[in-house]
């Protein structure tokens, strides 16, 4: 077989990448913080990648904000998380107009507070027309929750057989391509419900010496770098 050229000028990028933010919590307690400190340096770095992807062309990013699970954690920290989302919204509003990134939210965000659906939506509708980087926010979503919500649409129009394409397309990530490369920093190695018909080619990085607050573009390049190395097969040889 040919050697893949690795060299970051002629590498074939991933079209789409996500992300599991993990490890906030454990950035803050090591600096002897509350976890919404984490969670704010978080959303920073969430910042800083995202640019970083969209200046690099990257086409999609995903990236895990809040699961249909993390309702269970204690209500100050999912109060902190709720403001976090708010703040960063009404800063998108104000900046990403000059940003050519399309912004749009995948899971059940009807559970959201109404002036959080209200931000939401208005940044949907006002990034609609960008042509950069996509990037889908993850909020209230779960994998199953998410597969559920398909097979009911599907039920209810009627169909008695599925194809594996009648459930992609019934996905929020419907026309969107599956992500290429799965990044989780942390230690953490497992999917934790994130992208789980989506991911089932997805090429995994984890990177257990790094904490997502700490996670920088030289990081992010690495795992990239790790991707285009794979040799991806996709069952076959
Ligand atoms: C997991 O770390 C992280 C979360 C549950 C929240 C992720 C959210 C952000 C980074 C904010 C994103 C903001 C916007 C606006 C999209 P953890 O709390 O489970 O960390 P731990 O495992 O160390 O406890």
Known sequence: MAKKDLSRANRILPEHIGIIMDGNGRWAKKRGLPRPAGHRAGAKNFRTITRYCNSIG????????????????????VNALMKL???????AL?????????????????????????????????????TGLTLNIAMN??????????VNQLIASG????????????????T????????????EYRSSN????????????FMNDILWPDFTTEDLEKAIDEYCGRNRRYGGL
Request: proline share 4%; glycine share 4%; with cysteine.
């Open 58 to 77: 990257i086409k999609y990013l995903t990236v895990y904000a809040f699961s249909t699970e993390n309702w269970r954690r204690p209500v100050e920290e």
């Open 85 to 91: 989302f708010r703040e960063y919204l009404e800063e």
């Open 94 to 130: 104000r900046d990403f107009r000059e940003e050519n990134i399309r912004t749009r939210f995948i899971g059940d965000v009807t559970a959201f507070s109404p002036d959080l659906q209200a931000l939401i939506k208005e940044t949907e509708e006002l990034s609609s027309d960008k």
């Open 141 to 150: 979503y779960g994998g199953r929750t998410e597969l559920c919500r398909a």
């Open 159 to 174: 169909k008695n057989e599925v194809k594996e394409q009648d459930i992609s397309n019934a996905l929020y990530t419907a």
């Open 176 to 187: 969107q391509p599956d992500p290429d490369l799965i990044i989780r920093p942390s230690g």
């Open 194 to 205: 994130f992208l789980l018909w989506q991911s089932a080619y997805s090429e995994y990085v």
